[in-house]
């Protein structure tokens, strides 16, 4: 009697919880599939954006901000527009400019590294995946309450898998109930083909379900974010993202700044053959310069920033986590700084990906297996009554 009186508890938690928070957790995974591949998607929709090097030396950061100014301060009307940074890819690869231009807010251009010429400009405004991405972190409604609600929605939705898994397990082990919960019986009946579509692909994807979610979390509530940085750091205080401030006490009236320390970075890195190299420029007097270098092409763990002033070149503390080199940071570090990466499945490169986009379409399908049960349930009870 005590274990009937525990899996029905389960049972209700699974559905009433299930339920109200089925319809997010369906917009969440299904945005989150289209989110996916977005680079992928755009690179066959784009023109080419490969340049010949012919061993020549990327343009500096001051050098292609000034070729792209001609793009982005066409017109007195344009004294708005800011240029906010350089990335670099590879030799073979364009650089892309971050900027703001009205009316269409934030625009990357793409531009030659060896001699400034406009390859491709991309407006975010009304960006399909920019769409995707908002519906998928607070449901297109303002930011604001829609974090809120997607927030306690995957709360809420770690709570059923859990529900799900204690179910999943049979009341009565034996190999034939063992056998039917991991196998979907595709010639029976639809109600059948159903609840195993929601019991044997709920289970096979609990735990690439459970990483999506906890990650997720991270961004949702800061609570969360603090409570799971303590855990894996052995109780470390979680040090959030804070921008560098510059000296304005200091103003040298330096006017090559941003060249001195190009060529300083050139040192340091090997800017252009693997990895991504982003120089930000300071826009208002107390901002500082911010580098950083990612030696991976669709991972962001390892990820080094730095900051400097920009009057005195000199070297800031800043960046919370992110701030700490690769090299120093503890094991907790690297795992915290692993979040987005464990989110996507690009931790484990392709393969990964592939595995986390399936998992999310799976996700996206529970609600509705769920609903299904629940509604044909609640149909057959009606009829059962009316007799």
Same mark, same amino acid.
């Given at each position: 009697?005590?274990?009937?009186?525990?899996?029905?508890?389960?049972?209700?938690? $699974?559905?009433? @919880?299930? =339920? &109200?928070?089925? *319809?997010?957790?369906? #917009? +969440?995974?299904?945005?989150?599939?289209?989110?996916?591949?977005?680079?992928?998607?755009?690179?066959?929709?784009?023109?080419?954006?490969?340049?010949?090097?012919?061993?020549?030396?990327?343009?500096?950061?001051?050098?292609?901000?000034?070729?792209?100014?001609?793009?982005?301060?066409?017109?007195?009307?344009?004294?708005?527009?800011?240029?906010?940074?350089?990335?670099?890819?590879?030799?073979?690869?364009?650089?892309?400019?971050?900027?703001?231009?009205?009316?269409?807010?934030?625009?990357?251009?793409?531009?030659?590294?060896?001699?400034?010429?406009?390859?491709?400009?991309?407006?975010?405004?009304?960006?399909?995946?920019?769409?995707?991405?908002?519906? $998928?972190?607070? @449901?297109? =409604? &303002?930011?604001? *309450?829609?974090?809120? #609600? +997607?927030?306690?929605?995957?709360?809420?939705?770690?709570?059923?898998?859990?529900?799900?898994?204690?179910?999943?397990?049979?009341?009565?082990?034996?190999?034939?109930?063992?056998?039917?919960?991991?196998?979907?019986?595709?010639?029976?009946?639809?109600?059948?083909?159903?609840?195993?579509?929601?019991?044997?692909?709920?289970?096979?994807?609990?735990?690439?379900?459970?990483?999506?979610?906890?990650?997720?979390?991270?961004?949702?509530?800061?609570?969360?974010?603090?409570?799971?940085?303590?855990?894996?750091?052995?109780?470390?205080?979680?040090?959030?993202?804070?921008?560098?401030?510059?000296?304005?006490?200091?103003?040298?009236?330096?006017?090559?700044?941003?060249?001195? @320390?190009?060529?300083?970075?050139?040192?340091?890195?090997?800017?252009?053959?693997?990895?991504?190299?982003?120089?930000?420029?300071?826009?208002?007097?107390?901002?500082?310069?911010?580098?950083?270098?990612?030696?991976?092409?669709?991972?962001?763990?390892?990820?080094?920033?730095?900051?400097?002033?920009?009057?005195?070149?000199?070297?800031?503390?800043?960046?919370?986590?992110?701030?700490?080199?690769?090299?120093?940071?503890?094991?907790?570090?690297?795992?915290?700084?692993?979040?987005?990466?464990?989110?996507?499945?690009?931790?484990?490169?392709?393969?990964?990906?592939?595995?986390?986009?399936?998992?999310?379409?799976?996700?996206?399908?529970?609600?509705?297996?769920?609903?299904?049960?629940?509604?044909?349930?609640?149909?057959?009870?009606?009829?059962?009554?009316?007799?």
């Amino acid at each position: 009697m005590k274990k009937y009186s525990t899996r029905n508890l389960f049972k209700k938690l $699974h559905l009433w @919880l299930g =339920l &109200p928070s089925g *319809i997010v957790i369906f #917009i +969440v995974a299904i945005t989150g599939c289209i989110y996916a591949f977005q680079d992928e998607i755009k690179d066959m929709m784009r023109p080419s954006l490969k340049v010949e090097s012919n061993g020549k030396a990327f343009l500096s950061p001051e050098e292609l901000k000034e070729k792209a100014g001609r793009y982005v301060f066409v017109t007195p009307a344009d004294s708005s527009n800011a240029i906010f940074g350089v990335m670099y890819a590879t030799y073979d690869k364009a650089a892309t400019v971050a900027c703001s231009m009205q009316p269409n807010g934030y625009t990357v251009l793409y531009l030659n590294p060896y001699n400034g010429e406009l390859l491709y400009k991309e407006a975010f405004k009304n960006d399909f995946f920019r769409v995707m991405l908002a519906g $998928h972190r607070s @449901l297109w =409604l &303002p930011h604001p *309450i829609g974090k809120q #609600i +997607v927030g306690w929605s995957v709360l809420v939705f770690v709570l059923v898998l859990l529900s799900g898994i204690a179910l999943w397990i049979p009341a009565k082990m034996n190999k034939k109930a063992l056998k039917a919960g991991l196998k979907i019986k595709w010639k029976a009946p639809f109600s059948r083909v159903n609840y195993d579509l929601h019991n044997v692909l709920g289970f096979y994807t609990a735990l690439v379900a459970l990483l999506i979610a906890l990650t997720g979390l991270t961004w949702s509530f800061s609570w969360f974010a603090k409570g799971y940085y303590g855990v894996i750091t052995g109780g470390k205080e979680f040090q959030k993202w804070e921008p560098a401030q510059s000296d304005t006490t200091l103003v040298s009236g330096r006017t090559d700044a941003s060249t001195i @320390l190009w060529e300083q970075m050139l040192k340091e890195y090997p800017v252009g053959n693997r990895g991504t190299f982003r120089f930000d420029f300071p826009q208002k007097p107390q901002d500082a310069f911010t580098v950083c270098f990612n030696p991976h092409e669709h991972s962001y763990y390892a990820r080094e920033f730095r900051f400097f002033d920009q009057h005195t070149l000199k070297e800031l503390k800043a960046g919370g986590t992110y701030g700490i080199k690769l090299a120093e940071a503890s094991a907790g570090d690297k795992l915290y700084r692993m979040n987005y990466d464990i989110h996507t499945g690009s931790i484990l490169g392709l393969p990964g990906r592939i595995i986390v986009f399936l998992a999310s379409l799976i996700i996206a399908s529970l609600p509705v297996t769920g609903f299904i049960i629940w509604w044909r349930k609640k149909k057959k009870r009606r009829k059962l009554h009316d007799c």
